[in-house]
């Protein structure tokens, strides 16, 4: 199968939560980033706009496991974009749930070499927000990063709160509840560093982190499983809440 029918697929299978056979040998980085690339494209093509990127693979196990060494990153498109309160339908995707700090830009943010006062200068305001993930792979991913890339980073939707809030650079209690389920933890946002990779990452592309842009920049602890019927909350102190239902599909 060609790189081009690899993302044709995909855009499908983004577009109606499905997901797609997954063919011959495993992906390389670059490979997966082209085939990334001419997802966007058809995005674009539809009528869709890029609202900004996700930051994801940030621990240092996950990079292990996929044979890098720094995180990775996806795009997030206006129609990822869910409001606190809303819902997702699962269709044929296992779903998985993250707790992340949101930053939205305030102004364009470019360079390899920018220090941390460049960075919070440039973000708007930030507030707390849950990314649902799930692989379009089926049966599943193969374990490559290029397969992980052209995947678009297993973004679903991300679910923005409604606080605006300013960054908060000391250590936060995250709370994750899932139906009844609920886990708490102490964690120190990695909002700045990681979004100094990304602002470099993107450089490597000639590409700038702009204005108005939404960023998810990281996990805060592990995905976590949740299913259909599931009311996902996340509270994190200094950031806010935000809540979202997982539905089935109506389609």
């Not at 930051?55 to 996950?62: K, Y």
């Not at 102490?186 to 990452?201: A, E, H, I, K």
């Not at 000639?206 to 019927?229: D, F």
Request: glycine content about 12%; aromatic content about 4%.
């Amino acid at each position: 199968m060609s790189m081009r029918e690899t993302a044709e697929l995909l855009y499908t299978a983004m577009r109606k939560n499905e997901r797609v056979l997954r063919r011959g040998t495993s992906l390389d980085a670059i490979a997966g980033s082209r085939i990334r690339t001419m997802v966007l494209e058809r995005f674009i093509a539809a009528g869709d706009t890029l609202a900004g990127y996700k930051i994801g693979l940030g621990a240092p196990e996950l990079q292990l496991a996929y044979g890098i060494d720094e995180p990775g990153r996806g795009f997030l498109f206006s129609s990822q974009l869910v409001p606190d309160g809303g819902c997702v339908e699962s269709g044929g995707l296992s779903l998985l749930v993250e707790a992340e700090v949101a930053v939205t830009m305030g102004s364009e943010l470019a360079g390899d070499s920018l220090g941390d006062d460049d960075i919070l200068a440039a973000i708007a305001y930030s507030s707390a927000a849950i990314e649902v993930v799930g692989s379009r792979w089926n049966p599943g991913p193969d374990g490559s990063i290029g397969a992980w890339i052209a995947d678009n980073g297993m973004a679903v939707r991300a679910v923005l709160g409604a606080h605006k809030m300013p960054v908060v650079r000391d250590a936060t209690q995250v709370a994750l509840q899932i139906g009844s389920s609920r886990s708490v933890i102490t964690v120190v946002p990695p909002v700045v560093q990681n979004l100094r990779w990304l602002v470099s990452d993107l450089a490597r592309e000639g590409m700038s982190l702009q204005a108005g842009m939404v960023v998810l920049t990281g996990s805060l602890g592990e995905a976590r499983p949740a299913a259909t019927g599931d009311r996902i909350e996340v509270e994190i102190d200094g950031y806010g809440s935000v809540r979202v239902d997982l539905a089935s599909s109506t389609r």
